[in-house]
């Protein structure tokens, strides 16, 4: 590994920065907009008391909602990137403050919006749909306003709600900071003296290396940092979760889970059976564990181990322009103008592609088709990185798919399978990379890194929603979620989930101080179900062809326009049964049979 320091935000290629000038040409004109939307709380306010009146009326404030989204979403999108492109840049924190504060204005000043919409009897309702047509564009957005009645409150307790919006987002805003910004990690120095960069980016990649001793040297720097700050952490997640309770209260929910989930329709079942699910499968994480072992040549496998690549002489460089033709020809099976788009995203600067001093880590897509999503990156050069393309182009075309084929107030997606197109990429292009080679040393490592794939998607991220649901209990309980217990949880949870092969370190017990989706509101059990439907959905294609990829591109393209597990059935995966997480397992255990086979 070479010496490496990251380049300063004005130091990177434009043509590997993401154009945000589609969504404002300048600085200035966003500030221009940000001052005309101010005048939007008024207008709302100008409903008030008349929605249930008459269809007129109840359309008109439809379409302004239609109108609030399609204008704060490019303000969002434009700060939050200038923000994350490099998160020490206060002129850009302070766009990104000032977009949260006008969104909190307007959704205060639209708090009446669904009291009033639940007020509407049923008859009324119908007689609107009856008199005004258009108004049966919004049916389904109505209906889900309207289930949730138990839970809906009076006009003023709702702009109370509204108005906490910003005081409830501070544990995710702080957290973010702390970590992007504020924590600096020493360097670390390899045994030949060099000395490298460490960074919560590059962590992975370091601990890929060859070398046993630089990779625990790593491991327990990256950690000693975290310990420093666990209680600082602690105070935040437990402010998290003092939020989420308050909120779940005051909507009448039994407990923050039945509140997450209610918002996407997905039965609380769905959660509770994918813990099950993968407990009944833990002998085939153990099995991995215990090859894993054998094949690196270790008497123990730790922690920092689990990164490094089983066949290390077999990793080889994958430069962005590489990666991107291959994620072009592995996906060539959605079509031609599916592979189209692609190249639309790689070549009109869709994508923000290295990283950058202050630059935050990690992958995400943010946007939508208005005018296209954004991709955030931190390329390696490794196939970590082309999978990461392939996963991050999955959500952009979705967005792109939704919004192109649905009316605004149904565009977006719900996140129960905002993980299933991203996946779908991966899983595609693994199997495409599985059938280009039958040698044994490059297929053992490509099975690896999918066998890490289901690792860190299946069961780490479903160790993950075990911990978040203990960490809700908790809270609702009237528990402090401090780093003693936090730690020892984890500990425990992390021994269960990788077996008696596997050395928990102690370190280890501090990783929930980095996982930023514990501020996400139980998102993460969806990276388990995701992908789950993404292995089912994959081989469905590979195996039915044309009319498998019409079903997956109707799926893409249908937004939020019926109930999640209604919108995965489109593409042919029921995920009202735990029988995708056993059947995308049972695939975890034959291929590290086929591992294990490899064994010289």
């Not at 402010?239 to 989930?261: C, D, H, I, P």
């Not at 992958?363 to 955030?376: E, K, N, Q």
């Not at 059990?525 to 081989?539: D, P």
Request: net charge negative; proline share 4%.
């Amino acid at each position: 590994m070479e010496n490496e320091r990251l380049p300063k935000r004005s130091e990177v290629l434009l043509q590997e920065t993401w154009r945000l000038e589609d969504l404002f040409e300048t600085n200035d004109a966003w500030m221009a907009e940000y001052e005309a939307l101010k005048a939007l709380p008024s207008e709302i306010q100008s409903f008030q008391g008349k929605l249930g009146t008459s269809s007129d009326n109840l359309l008109a404030g439809m379409k302004l909602q239609d109108e609030i989204m399609l204008r704060i979403e490019p303000l969002f999108t434009y700060a939050n990137c200038r923000s994350d492109e490099d998160t020490g840049n206060n002129y850009y924190q302070d766009m990104a403050g000032k977009a949260r504060g006008i969104y909190v204005a307007i959704m205060s000043a639209a708090s009446f919006f669904t009291p009033e919409i639940m007020a509407i009897s049923d008859e009324t309702l119908e007689r609107f749909f009856e008199e005004e047509p258009e108004l049966n564009a919004y049916r389904r957005v109505l209906y889900n306003i309207r289930r949730r009645k138990a839970h809906i409150l009076s006009p003023e307790a709702e702009r109370i709600l509204a108005l906490s919006g910003e005081v409830t987002s501070s544990p995710d805003t702080i957290g973010g900071v702390l970590r992007n910004a504020e924590m600096k990690f020493p360097e670390v120095t390899d045994a030949e003296g060099n000395s490298h960069q460490l960074t919560e980016d590059n962590l992975p990649f370091l601990l890929e290396s060859d070398d046993v001793r630089f990779r625990e040297q790593v491991f327990k720097t990256y950690y000693n940092k975290f310990s420093e700050l666990k209680n600082t952490f602690a105070a935040i997640l437990d402010g998290q979760f003092k939020q989420l309770v308050f909120q779940a209260r005051a909507r009448n929910y039994a407990g923050t889970l039945e509140a997450a989930l209610d918002e996407t329709e997905v039965p609380e079942k769905v959660y509770r059976n994918l813990i099950q699910a993968v407990h009944g499968n833990l002998d085939k994480m153990y099995h991995y564990v215990r090859v894993r072992r054998k094949m690196m040549g270790l008497d123990e496998l730790h922690m920092y181990d689990v990164y490094a690549p089983i066949v290390s002489d077999a990793a080889v460089t994958i430069p962005f322009e590489e990666a991107k033709n291959t994620v072009l020809d592995a996906l060539s099976v959605l079509g031609k103008d599916y592979t189209d788009l692609l190249r639309e995203g790689f070549e009109k600067r869709w994508i923000d592609v290295r990283p950058n001093e202050g630059k935050r880590g990690g992958a995400y897509s943010t946007g939508s088709g208005r005018p296209h999503p954004y991709v955030l990156l931190n390329q390696k050069d490794n196939l970590d990185s082309m999978f990461t393309l392939a996963h991050e182009m999955g959500h952009a075309l979705h967005s792109y798919h939704s919004t192109k084929y649905q009316p605004v107030c149904t565009s977006d997606y719900v996140i129960f399978v905002a993980e299933v197109a991203s996946t779908c990429n991966e899983v595609l292009l693994m199997k495409y990379l599985l059938g280009k080679t039958q040698d044994k040393k490059q297929r053992a490592y490509l099975i690896n890194h999918f066998l890490d794939s289901f690792k860190g998607t299946v069961y780490r991220q479903t160790m993950f929603a075990e911990f978040e649901l203990m960490m809700g209990e908790m809270a609702e309980k009237g528990e402090t979620l401090t780093a003693d217990a936090l730690c020892e949880k984890y500990h425990e949870l992390n021994k269960l989930y990788f077996g008696p092969d596997m050395i928990s370190d102690d370190e280890i017990s501090l990783e929930w101080a980095r996982i930023p989706h514990f501020f996400y509101n139980y998102y993460v059990y969806q990276y388990a179900t995701g992908f789950s439907a993404a292995v089912a959905i994959a081989n469905r294609i590979l195996e039915l062809g044309e009319p498998a990829v019409e079903d997956y591109k109707r799926f893409l393209s249908s937004g939020s326009s019926t109930d999640p597990i209604s919108l995965l059935k489109i593409a042919g995966v029921d995920m009202s049964t735990p029988d995708p997480v056993n059947s995308a397992l049972k695939l975890f255990g034959e291929l590290v049979d086929e591992l294990e086979s490899m064994e010289d």
